[in-house]
């Protein structure tokens, strides 16, 4: 009995989770946001990560223009709604000083988008505070990762919608 009852279990969890909707690909809205302090370069090296059909339908909802992330052709258009997205929906804070943030670029990896950007002439801080508001237009259900990496100490945490910030003291 308790094998039948262990099968039915998990037949149960795998139609709840491939049981999205037609307009949830799926069921997990999340992003992750790595900040790296590299004291030698003094820099942060910021990273993240956003599945890019959620990506490509914010953009689209907030600028009105035709998105494809992935279409080289359109690589240059991609590159400045990347940038004016990010720059508006995640701030970095050094001892708690506003990181001036440069885009670097994007990549499509499979089904994300990873984003790169960097402060620069930045004094390896004691503290990082990340705020992140990635996909909070379009999700109430959002959940950002974020770790701050500082030589081989990693400090990591989930920020539930509607919160947006973690602060990482070293």
Known sequence: ??????????????????????EK??????????????AKEKTLEISSRIFSDDFEAILVKLYKQKTDLGNPAMKTQMDALVKRYLLSHLQIKANGKVAALNYIGFEIDHEATNIYLEAEK???????????????DMFDDQMSIVHVVKGSTRKSTKILYPDKSFLANF
């Open 1 to 22: 009995m308790h094998f039948l009852n262990t099968k039915f279990v998990t037949l149960f969890l795998v139609l709840a989770l491939t049981g999205a909707t037609k």
């Open 25 to 38: 690909k799926h069921p997990l809205h999340v992003s992750t946001t790595e900040v790296n302090i590299n």
């Open 122 to 136: 930045i004094t390896p801080p004691k503290s990082v505070e990340v705020s992140s508001t990635i996909l909070y």
